[in-house]
DNA sequence: TATAATTTGCAAGTGACTTGCAAATTATAA
DNA sequence: TTATAATTTGCAAGTCACTTGCAAATTATA
């Protein structure tokens, strides 16, 4: 592990939920090239320490999100207010996915699932 | 309703299936300029002919594919070997959407989901 | 320490849109 | 019908999130 690479898997262990290519870029502008960045990050998820999703928010366009892996699958709201995310735990879509695939014959071997609105934290300050 | 926009929204009504900018973009290339394609696109669905998601597929990248405009939320299924979509029926996880948003107090206002893997033809065709 | 393999920074390239602007269409008024 | 105003279009250039080529800098192995 390079010293990029540490960092960026650092900085992603701290966050505790998902981060944007671009916010690392940012984060380590004074250090490292966004190239180097992207590069780390493709290196990680490729190791298997990382995982990551595509989200299109309004404000942010879109891009892609790293999480540290895990071998659970998890699914995120994201708040389209502070652009934070909320954990909504495990992925209990399981047996709908697999009544779908029985359905129509369908060989599913991966969903991507996320919730967009205002978190909490918003509304209280709406 | 202009040429172009009518044009852009047969072809949508023909296809029975949601279809990315680019595929319009290309059907359409010795009528129309691409940025007249993406400008009707995003009048159609500002007149709620159209919804539109984003769904990204590691052969053709990141994409906003549209369909008809329905009041009842659908899902898809996305083939990655022949890239054509597969209607999943109406929403089904509107319980399990509002018991998440109940447990965390969110205030989800919308979800996206899609399913990824191999349709029955390509599976047939392996 | 010499040498080979890997990683990095920088600059240029890509792909999917988006935008400025003047010309062409279309709509409304006279 | 014709003058005038509003809208739409094509083209070229711009933006944004990456991606890639290449030579210099690091790091690993002999
Ligand atoms: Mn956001
Ligand atoms: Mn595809
Ligand atoms: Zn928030
Ligand atoms: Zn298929």
Do not use: N
Not at 1 to 21: C, F, G, N, Y
Not at 82 to 102: I, K, N
Request: glycine residues 4%; hydrophobic residues 35%; proline residues 2%.
């Amino acid at each position: 592990m390079t010293k990029a690479r540490t960092h960026v898997l650092e900085a992603i262990t701290q966050a505790k939920e998902p981060v944007s290519a671009r916010q690392l870029c940012e984060k380590f502008q004074s250090d490292y090239d966004p190239a180097t960045v992207y590069r780390a990050l493709h290196y990680l998820e490729e190791k298997g320490r990382l995982d990551s999703f595509i989200l299109h928010c309004a404000e942010h366009g879109t891009e892609r999100y790293y999480v540290l892996h895990s071998e659970e699958h998890r699914h995120w709201f994201h708040c389209e207010r502070c652009h934070r995310f909320t954990d909504l735990g495990l992925c209990r879509f399981d047996d709908l996915v697999a009544q779908m695939s029985l359905e129509k014959g369908l060989a599913i071997t991966s969903h991507t699932f996320y919730a967009t609105g205002i978190c909490p934290e918003c509304r209280r300050k709406m």
